[in-house]
T-cell receptor, first 115, second 113 residues
Framework: DSGVTQTPKHLITATGQRVTLRCSPRSGDLSVYWYQQSLDQGLQFLIQYYNGEERAKGNILERFSAQQFPDLHSELNLSSLELGDSALYFC??????????????FGEGSRLTVL | QQQVKQSPQSLIVQKGGISIINCAYENTAFDYFPWYQQFPGKGPALLIAIRPDVSEKKEGRFTISFNKSAKQFSLHIMDSQPGDSATYFCARRPCSNDYKLSFGAGTTVTVRA
């Protein structure tokens, strides 16, 4: 158990809808990262927050947004969903601004299916 | 976005055999090359990591070797066991003011008993 909690584990929704994925980082970790994992793209970095502030941004679509709250949990909002958004969404956390020693702690992911 | 190219996409090895996964990186600054292991239904977890000033690192049956001149690093799984069946990702962490990990596309390893 990595200590990172993600909810929901599974989500099925329709095209055009909006969903929110939630992540609670490990106790004491200030950074939260969101990654998208699809069959043909591997793990793609979406966005990172550090202590409530956006720290780094990857190829995150404009339809997607995220935030980190004062209690350090984070939410990833996906709107105007398309079939191609179906994927596993992972949250990871680290103590500092980066992956010290190359280590991030990943949750078990939220599997999103868009029908 | 992938700044590491990983191969092969999948491999099958017999129990006791050696699994070899390769990754090539672009000519940018870096400070860590970690490998992650992911079992079905789970998130990736750090397996082993190497710094570029080290040519080889071994932890149990897992060895990373680093070839700076070829801009490649490899994961060797010695005496592969069915419990090693998983997806393996190489990654890189830049040493610049960019701390996120960039992952390779992953290699699915199947160890046949």
């Amino acid at each position: 158990d990595s200590g990172v909690t993600q909810t929901p584990k599974h989500l099925i929704t329709a095209t055009g809808q909006r969903v929110t994925l939630r992540c609670s980082p490990r106790s004491g970790d200030l950074s939260v990262y969101w990654y998208q994992q699809s069959l043909d793209q591997g793990l793609q970095f979406l966005i990172q927050y550090y202590n409530g502030e956006e720290r780094a941004k990857g190829n995150i679509l404009e339809r997607f947004s995220a935030q980190q709250f004062p209690d350090l949990h984070s939410e990833l909002n996906l709107s105007s969903l398309e079939l191609g958004d179906s994927a596993l969404y992972f949250c990871a956390s680290s103590v500092g601004q980066g992956a010290r020693g190359g280590e991030l702690f990943f949750g078990e992911g939220s599997r999103l299916t868009v029908l | 976005q992938q700044q590491v190219k990983q191969s092969p996409q999948s491999l099958i090895v017999q129990k006791g055999g050696i699994s070899i996964i390769n990754c090539a990186y672009e000519n940018t600054a870096f400070d860590y090359f970690p490998w992650y292991q992911q079992f079905p239904g789970k998130g990736p977890a750090l397996l082993i990591a190497i710094r570029p000033d080290v040519s080889e690192k071994k932890e149990g049956r897992f060895t990373i070797s680093f070839n700076k001149s070829a801009k490649q690093f490899s994961l060797h799984i010695m005496d592969s066991q069915p419990g090693d069946s998983a997806t393996y990702f190489c990654a890189r962490r830049p040493c610049s003011n960019d701390y996120k990990l960039s992952f390779g596309a992953g290699t699915t390893v199947t160890v046949r008993a």
